[in-house]
C-alpha cells in the first residue's frame, strides 16, 4: 500500500507548478554555443550544472525543484526522472550528413575519445568510418535515437551514453519497455518531440534560429555571434560515401526534412507577427524583435539596483560567465562586439550610477570607453587608476524611457582575442571585464 501511495503522489506531483526548461542537446549541433547563450537568461544559481549522467549521481527530482534551466546529453525524455516539474523543451538539429562529418572529424582530433586510437593510427577514411562496427554508431539516426531516449518507453536508445560504465550506472532506473521499438517508431517520436518544443532550431540556419528563440521567449535581439572552432571548408563527398551516409542516416534525414518544413513556417509566422510593430521600412528583425521583447517582458521597475553576474542578462554582446578567485564571484567579457549592452528596468527618476571593471584589453581602451542610456551618452569619473576600477556617473529621469527601460551600453571602440591580448588560448573577442553595476535613485 505505501509502494502505491508512493507511486501515486509522485505521479500527482509530476506537472505541478510552473514549467522548467530543458535544453536537449544533441552532440555536435554547436549545442554548447547555444548554451553559453542560454544561460544569460537564466539565474545561475536556477541552472542545474550537471550536463552528463555520470556527473548526475543521486537523482533525487524533490532535490532540484529550484531549477529553471537543465541542459545536457539527457535525450529527448530523459531530465523527466530529474524534476517533478513540467518541462518545455528546446533543441537544435543539424543536416545529417555535416552531422556525420563533424563527428568523424571530432574523433580526429579529440584523443580522449573512445574511438580515437582506432580511427586516427589506423588512418581511418570517412567512408571506413561509416562502415566500420565500432564507429557505424556513432553517426547512425543519431538525432532520432537521441531524441526517443526516455527511461520508460525507449531506454534501448542508448545514444545519450557516453560509455558502458554510464549504461550501469543507470540500469537501476531503467524500465524495460513492452515490445521494442522500430527505427520508424523511434522517427515518429522524435517528429513528435520537435511539434511539441516551446523552441527547436537548425544549424544551418543558425542566426534566424536565434531570432526565433528571442521572439518566442519574448528576450531581447541576441545580436551577431563570434563562430569559434570553425574547421576549414570540407571536401565534396564521393558518391558512395553520400550513398553510404544516406543509408545508414535514413531517419535523421527524414526528422531534419520535416524540421526543416515546420521551421520555415514557423519563421514565416514570426515575421508576420512582427509586422504589426513596425512603423518604418527601415527597421530590421532584430529592432522588431526589440519592440516585441519590450511590450511583452514581465516588468518590474526598481527605484534601486545592486546587479551581478549571476542574475538574468539582457542584454547583447556578452560572453559567457566567469568567475573570479579567490572572491569566488561572477563577471562577464563585453564581445565579440565593440558595443554591449544590458536592460534595467527602473522608475522614472535621477540615478547616480557605479560600475566596477576588473579588466580591459588595454589601458586606452577603457579610458577611451563610452558609457550610455538608450544611446544618450553619460560622462564618467573615477578615482581609481590602472585596468580595476569603478566608474561613477549620473543619469537624469529624461534618460529613463517612459516605459522603464534603461539600456546601459559600453562601446570599448575596440576589441581583441583574448589570447591576443593576454598570450592565453581563447580566441573570443573581447573588451573588458565588468563584475558590477549599481543605480541608486538620488
Same mark, same amino acid.
Not at 72 to 86: A, C, E, K, Q, S
Not at 292 to 298: A, D, E, M, S
Not at 345 to 360: C, E, F, G, P, S
Given at each position: 500500500?505505501?509502494?502505491w501511495?508512493?507511486?501515486?503522489?509522485?505521479?500527482?506531483?509530476?506537472?505541478q507548478?510552473s514549467?522548467?526548461?530543458?535544453?536537449?542537446?544533441?552532440?555536435?549541433?554547436?549545442?554548447?554555443?547555444?548554451i553559453?547563450?542560454?544561460?544569460?537568461f537564466?539565474?545561475?544559481?536556477?541552472?542545474f550544472?550537471?550536463?552528463l549522467?555520470?556527473?548526475?549521481?543521486?537523482?533525487?527530482?524533490?532535490?532540484?525543484q529550484?531549477?529553471e534551466?537543465y541542459?545536457?546529453?539527457?535525450?529527448?525524455g530523459?531530465?523527466?526522472?530529474?524534476?517533478?516539474?513540467?518541462?518545455?523543451?528546446?533543441?537544435i538539429?543539424?543536416?545529417?550528413?555535416?552531422l556525420?562529418?563533424s563527428?568523424?572529424?571530432?574523433?580526429?582530433r579529440?584523443k580522449?575519445?573512445k574511438?580515437?586510437?582506432?580511427?586516427?593510427?589506423?588512418?581511418?577514411?570517412?567512408l571506413e568510418?561509416?562502415?566500420?562496427?565500432q564507429?557505424?554508431?556513432?553517426?547512425?539516426n543519431?538525432?532520432v535515437?537521441?531524441?526517443?531516449?526516455?527511461?520508460k518507453?525507449?531506454?534501448a536508445?542508448?545514444?545519450?551514453f557516453?560509455?558502458?560504465?554510464?549504461?550501469?550506472?543507470?540500469?537501476?532506473?531503467?524500465?524495460?519497455a513492452?515490445?521494442?521499438l522500430?527505427?520508424?517508431?523511434r522517427?515518429q517520436r522524435?517528429?513528435n518531440?520537435?511539434?511539441?518544443?516551446?523552441w527547436?532550431?537548425?544549424?544551418?540556419?543558425?542566426?534566424?534560429s536565434?531570432?526565433?528563440?528571442?521572439?518566442?521567449?519574448?528576450w531581447?535581439?541576441?545580436?551577431?555571434?563570434?563562430?569559434?572552432?570553425?574547421?576549414?571548408?570540407?571536401s565534396?563527398?564521393?558518391?558512395?560515401?553520400?550513398?553510404? @551516409?544516406?543509408?545508414?542516416?535514413?531517419?535523421?534525414?527524414?526528422?531534419?526534412?520535416?524540421a526543416?518544413?515546420?521551421?520555415?513556417h514557423?519563421?514565416k509566422?514570426?515575421?508576420?507577427?512582427?509586422?504589426n510593430?513596425?512603423?518604418?521600412?527601415?527597421q530590421?528583425i532584430?529592432?522588431?524583435l526589440?519592440?516585441?521583447?519590450?511590450?511583452?517582458?514581465?516588468k518590474v521597475l526598481?527605484?534601486?539596483?545592486?546587479?551581478?553576474?549571476?542574475e538574468?542578462?539582457?542584454?547583447s554582446?556578452?560572453?559567457?560567465?566567469?568567475?573570479?578567485?579567490?572572491?569566488?564571484?561572477?563577471?562577464?567579457?563585453?564581445g565579440?562586439?565593440?558595443?554591449?549592452?544590458?536592460?534595467?528596468?527602473?522608475?522614472k527618476?535621477?540615478?547616480?550610477?557605479?560600475?566596477?571593471i576588473?579588466?580591459?584589453?588595454?589601458?586606452?581602451? @577603457?579610458?577611451?570607453?563610452?558609457?550610455?542610456?538608450n544611446?544618450?551618452?553619460?560622462?564618467?569619473?573615477?578615482?581609481?587608476?590602472?585596468v580595476?576600477?569603478?566608474?561613477?556617473?549620473?543619469?537624469?529621469?529624461?534618460?529613463?524611457?517612459?516605459?522603464?527601460?534603461?539600456?546601459?551600453?559600453?562601446n570599448t571602440?575596440?576589441v581583441?582575442?583574448?589570447?591576443?591580448?593576454?598570450?592565453s588560448?581563447?580566441?573570443?573577442?573581447?573588451?573588458?571585464?565588468?563584475?558590477?553595476i549599481?543605480?541608486?535613485?538620488?
Amino acid at each position: 500500500m505505501k509502494a502505491w501511495f508512493s507511486k501515486w503522489l509522485s505521479g500527482f506531483k509530476k506537472n505541478q507548478g510552473s514549467p522548467a526548461t530543458y535544453f536537449v542537446h544533441v552532440p555536435k549541433t554547436a549545442g554548447t554555443s547555444l548554451i553559453v547563450l542560454l544561460d544569460r537568461f537564466f539565474n545561475n544559481n536556477q541552472i542545474f550544472s550537471k550536463q552528463l549522467w555520470r556527473e548526475v549521481k543521486a537523482i533525487e527530482p524533490e532535490n532540484n525543484q529550484q531549477y529553471e534551466l537543465y541542459r545536457g546529453h539527457f535525450g529527448g525524455g530523459g531530465v523527466d526522472i530529474l524534476t517533478d516539474r513540467p518541462i518545455e523543451f528546446l533543441t537544435i538539429l543539424r543536416d545529417p550528413i555535416e552531422l556525420a562529418r563533424s563527428t568523424y572529424q571530432y574523433v580526429l582530433r579529440e584523443k580522449n575519445t573512445k574511438v580515437h586510437e582506432l580511427v586516427s593510427a589506423g588512418r581511418m577514411t570517412f567512408l571506413e568510418f561509416l562502415k566500420h562496427e565500432q564507429t557505424k554508431p556513432l553517426i547512425e539516426n543519431r538525432m532520432v535515437r537521441n531524441i526517443s531516449f526516455d527511461f520508460k518507453k525507449d531506454p534501448a536508445a542508448q545514444e545519450v551514453f557516453l560509455s558502458t560504465e554510464t549504461i550501469e550506472y543507470l540500469q537501476s532506473i531503467m524500465q524495460q519497455a513492452t515490445s521494442s521499438l522500430t527505427d520508424a517508431d523511434r522517427l515518429q517520436r522524435a517528429k513528435n518531440f520537435v511539434e511539441k518544443c516551446r523552441w527547436f532550431g537548425l544549424l544551418e540556419r543558425f542566426d534566424e534560429s536565434l531570432q526565433l528563440l528571442c521572439f518566442e521567449m519574448s528576450w531581447p535581439p541576441i545580436g551577431p555571434s563570434q563562430k569559434l572552432n570553425v574547421v576549414d571548408k570540407k571536401s565534396a563527398l564521393t558518391g558512395e560515401e553520400k550513398y553510404h @551516409l544516406e543509408q545508414v542516416n535514413q531517419y535523421d534525414m527524414a526528422l531534419y526534412a520535416f524540421a526543416q518544413e515546420r521551421f520555415q513556417h514557423k519563421f514565416k509566422a514570426m515575421l508576420h507577427q512582427l509586422e504589426n510593430y513596425r512603423t518604418d521600412q527601415e527597421q530590421s528583425i532584430d529592432d522588431l524583435l526589440d519592440l516585441h521583447y519590450q511590450v511583452n517582458h514581465k516588468k518590474v521597475l526598481k527605484s534601486f539596483v545592486k546587479y551581478d553576474f549571476v542574475e538574468v542578462l539582457l542584454g547583447s554582446q556578452w560572453h559567457r560567465r566567469e568567475m573570479m578567485q579567490p572572491e569566488q564571484e561572477y563577471f562577464r567579457w563585453t564581445g565579440p562586439g565593440q558595443v554591449a549592452s544590458i536592460d534595467f528596468w527602473l522608475k522614472k527618476q535621477t540615478y547616480q550610477i557605479q560600475i566596477r571593471i576588473i579588466n580591459a584589453i588595454s589601458i586606452d581602451v @577603457l579610458n577611451q570607453l563610452e558609457v550610455s542610456i538608450n544611446g544618450q551618452a553619460l560622462k564618467w569619473q573615477t578615482q581609481d587608476k590602472g585596468v580595476v576600477r569603478v566608474l561613477e556617473m549620473s543619469c537624469s529621469a529624461e534618460n529613463i524611457k517612459a516605459n522603464g527601460l534603461a539600456r546601459l551600453s559600453f562601446n570599448t571602440q575596440k576589441v581583441l582575442s583574448h589570447a591576443r591580448a593576454f598570450e592565453s588560448d581563447d580566441q573570443r573577442l573581447v573588451g573588458l571585464a565588468v563584475h558590477w553595476i549599481q543605480f541608486k535613485h538620488v
